[in-house]
């Protein structure tokens, strides 16, 4: 059975830094692809990060690129987004993704198995 858990959120002033861990089971990474998405109140679920199953291949909307990193430990089973240079604008429900296959894909529909997510709050 597939189980994914994030943790690391919080409360954190704008252009301060915080790490999101995706404790991950059931699954091989390099069979699947790994994502992190985000949904704030009253809008859809949007990505900000994926990583092909072989790790060669990273995705980030023009809206963190450069601010935010996605990586994954495979001896922890465990997927990391780096964010930095908090904006207000980034306040949502972050929530860790994992679909078969290794492409990375933007779209939340194609993605089979969900995290709880855990919330981020982004004080001005």
């Known amino acids: 059975q597939v189980q994914l858990v994030e943790s690391g959120g919080g409360l954190v002033q704008a252009g301060d830094s915080l790490r999101l861990s995706c404790a991950v089971s059931g699954l091989t990474f390099s069979t699947y692809s790994m994502a992190w998405f985000r949904q704030a109140p009253g809008k859809e679920r949007e990505i900000v990060a994926g990583i092909s199953g072989d790790g060669g291949s990273t995705y980030y909307p023009d809206s963190v690129k450069g601010r935010f990193t996605i990586s994954f430990d495979n001896a922890k089973n465990t997927v990391y987004l780096q964010m930095n240079s908090l904006k207000p604008e980034d306040t949502a429900v972050y929530y860790c993704?994992?679909?078969?296959?290794?492409?990375?894909?933007?779209?939340?529909?194609?993605?089979?198995?969900w995290g709880q997510g855990t919330q981020v709050t982004v004080s001005s």
């Open positions: 993704g994992g679909r078969g296959g290794s492409g990375v894909g933007v779209d939340p529909r194609l993605y089979d198995h």
